[in-house]
Structures are given as C-alpha cells and as structure tokens.
C-alpha cells in the first residue's frame, strides 16, 4: 500500500520560500509520475505541480516562474521549491503518485494521498 508523506510546510512571510518534500514508500517510486496539489480554507482542491518519470515538469499557470517541482528516485521523494510567496498561496500542500501522459500534456491524480502539510504566509 502506497504511503505519502509531506513535510516542510510553515509560517511564512510574503515574498519567503519554502521546500516541501513528499516521501514514498511501499511503491516502485521511479514508474510513476508525482504531483502536487494544494487545498485553501473554503476552496476545492487545485493541481500545482507534476513530474513524470521521465521528469517533465508540468506547473500551474498561478504558481509558474514561483514554483519548481523535482524529484530523487533514489530517495523515493518529490520537492516543491516555493519561491516569492504570496498570501494566496495560504493552503495545506498534499502530494499524489499518478500517471502523466506526454500526448495530453496532462496529469491523472491516484488514489494515494498525503495527510498535507500547512503553508500560510502572513506578515
């Protein structure tokens, strides 16, 4: 059974950084595709980042040039480096193992998901 585990998350102020990490274990980490998605107090659940196994990176429009998704197969853990961060970035970060098609451009989540981790920036 896939387990995902976000950390990194914090307090933070305008224009701060963070990284959060998501590990992976009970999978073969390196044949799938990993992403990011983030959640808002009263809002739905919203695509962030992808990597595929081939490490093509897909980023939403809100966060590109802000934000950089990686991964180390030989840890078993996807990044998300968050740059100049801004007040609507406030949300819990949760990390998914799925699948990434080149010919759609586009990422389909798993079932498999982190508890979250809260990043909130405040001043």
């Known amino acids: 059974q896939v387990q995902l585990v976000e950390s990194g998350g914090g307090l933070v102020q305008p224009g701060g950084s963070l990284r959060l990490s998501c590990v992976a274990s009970?999978?073969?980490?390196?044949?799938?595709?990993m992403a990011w998605y983030r959640q808002a107090a009263g809002k739905e659940r919203e695509f962030v980042a992808s990597?595929?196994?081939?490490?093509?990176?897909k980023v939403a429009d809100s966060v590109k040039d802000r934000f950089t998704i990686s991964r180390d197969d030989a840890k078993s853990t996807a990044y998300l480096q968050m740059n100049d961060l801004k007040p609507d970035d406030t949300a819990v970060h949760f990390c998914?193992?799925?699948?990434?098609?080149?010919?759609?451009?586009?990422?389909?989540?798993?079932?498999?998901w982190g508890q979250g981790t809260w990043v909130t920036v405040s001043s």
């Open positions: 009970g999978t073969i980490f390196s044949v799938y595709s």
């Open positions: 998914n193992q799925g699948r990434f098609s080149r010919v759609d451009n586009l990422y389909t989540p798993g079932s498999a």
């Open positions: 990597i595929s196994r081939l490490n093509i990176a």
